[in-house]
């Protein structure tokens, strides 16, 4: 598909891509239930697979991903994950007329390999398998005939995630297949021009950045050097390494011109996180100066998600992201997702989104099919309403530095750090 051709259907499907956004990013906020949450934003990402093929619907999913981390950051960002890979193909073989079992089956696959990478992480990565199996041991053992021991750990998550992954994989496939079928009729799909319900102030293009705030940093730096970072804490837990990255992280902080925004959300979810490493090793009986050293490593994964979205800003994190789609866009799905992600432009529509969908949900009976229908018709007005700002809104000038260079360096002095403790 040439360029040309790839901008027309991101401006059609542009629509889609903003709801999905706004059902992504309002699944990472609530504390519970973001899968229901996130439903609507896999139904939007479906329909634009459905109109458009798999390329467009993929790299819309790409693309509303990608705003909702510039936005938030990219904490809890696994929580609509599953929907973000599996949608756009729930929406192909919808169109192809894939039998339901079919549907299902695929959804499971993607659900359960997602699940179970992320349940790894936890279980490995963050908590330790002793640590996990120990707790599971303390809590089990109060129960008469439950089996003990890591191997009776796993298969117990094992069989959870199976439940879960077969319960979830229905309910989305028969969500996603009703909504389908049931699209709401509309003079046109939706498009960059024409009028639709709601246009407003959901289709006003915003500023870049609040208050025109110039960050201190390279967005492009800061990403680099998050992730450095995120690779030194997963790669070891030596005091030593630990000390290191939250001495370079204060001074990062304290020399970024930082968002006070994610600040809080970002604090709130870090002592989430530690506090559950705390309590698998409290409650296991493991090694204390072991149990702690996990827990600080919890919250600084967070803490460094958190600097880099507060650092980067909205637009800086777009920005780059943006740059990279472009580098990558001869594989499948790259070049969509970038002209996807011009058309999205600043975050700030996504606030009155959601006062729409408040609107929608007013007098309806507060039972799963009225509901569900309450939602659909919130999905496809928000997507005719939908109106993308001017290309020079979605783009900003970057600049390195010295202070870019000074700030990678130190992350990589950390890594050679880590890689000689762990020797």
Do not use: N
Request: charged share 15%; aromatic share 6%; net charge positive.
């Amino acid at each position: 598909m040439h360029d040309d051709q790839l901008a027309s259907e991101a401006d059609a499907q542009a629509g889609l891509a903003h709801v999905a956004t706004a059902s992504f990013l309002a699944s990472r906020v609530v504390p519970t239930g973001g899968y229901a949450v996130a439903l609507a934003g896999g139904v939007a990402l479906a329909r634009a697979a459905q109109l458009a093929g798999m390329r467009m619907g993929y790299g819309a999913s790409l693309a509303a991903m990608l705003q909702s981390i510039a936005v938030l950051g990219p904490s809890r960002v696994s929580v609509p994950l599953t929907q973000a890979l599996s949608a756009p193909l729930l929406g192909r073989l919808h169109e192809h007329g894939a039998h339901l079992a079919a549907q299902i089956g695929a959804c499971a696959a993607i659900r359960a390999g997602d699940q179970t990478l992320f349940t790894l992480f936890y279980i490995w990565i963050v908590g330790g398998v002793e640590a996990y199996a120990a707790t599971y041991d303390v809590l089990a053992g109060r129960i008469p005939g439950v089996p003990d021991g890591t191997t009776a750990a796993l298969v117990a998550t094992a069989l959870v995630l199976v439940a879960w992954t077969a319960f979830a994989s229905v309910v989305q496939v028969l969500t996603y297949r009703a909504a389908l079928r049931g699209w709401p009729a509309a003079p046109a799909e939706p498009s960059a021009g024409g009028a639709g319900p709601g246009a407003g102030a959901a289709a006003t293009p915003r500023a870049q950045s609040a208050g025109g705030r110039q960050p201190r940093y390279d967005p492009r730096a800061v990403t680099l050097a998050a992730l450095l970072a995120f690779g030194v804490l997963l790669a070891t837990t030596e005091w030593i390494v630990l000390a290191g990255v939250c001495g370079w992280l204060a001074v990062a902080w304290l020399t970024a011109r930082a968002e006070a925004a994610p600040i809080r959300a970002g604090l709130a979810l870090a002592a989430l996180l530690a506090g559950g490493v705390l309590a698998f090793g409290l409650i296991g009986g493991l090694d204390m100066e072991l149990t702690l050293r996990r827990t600080l490593r919890a919250a600084l994964l967070v803490l460094v998600a958190t600097w880099l979205r507060a650092t980067a800003g909205e637009a800086g994190v777009r920005e780059t992201a943006r740059r990279t789609l472009w580098r990558l866009r001869r594989m499948p799905a790259m070049a969509e997702a970038a002209h996807m992600l011009d058309r999205l432009g600043a975050g700030g529509a996504l606030g009155a989104s959601g006062r729409a969908l408040v609107a929608q949900m007013h007098g309806v009976r507060r039972r799963p099919v009225p509901l569900a229908r309450a939602v659909l018709r919130w999905v496809a007005a928000e997507a005719r309403a939908f109106r993308t700002p001017p290309p020079a809104a979605a783009r900003g000038a970057l600049c390195t530095t010295w202070r870019d260079a000074a700030l990678v360096a130190a992350v990589i002095g950390l890594a050679a750090a880590a890689v000689l403790s762990s020797g």
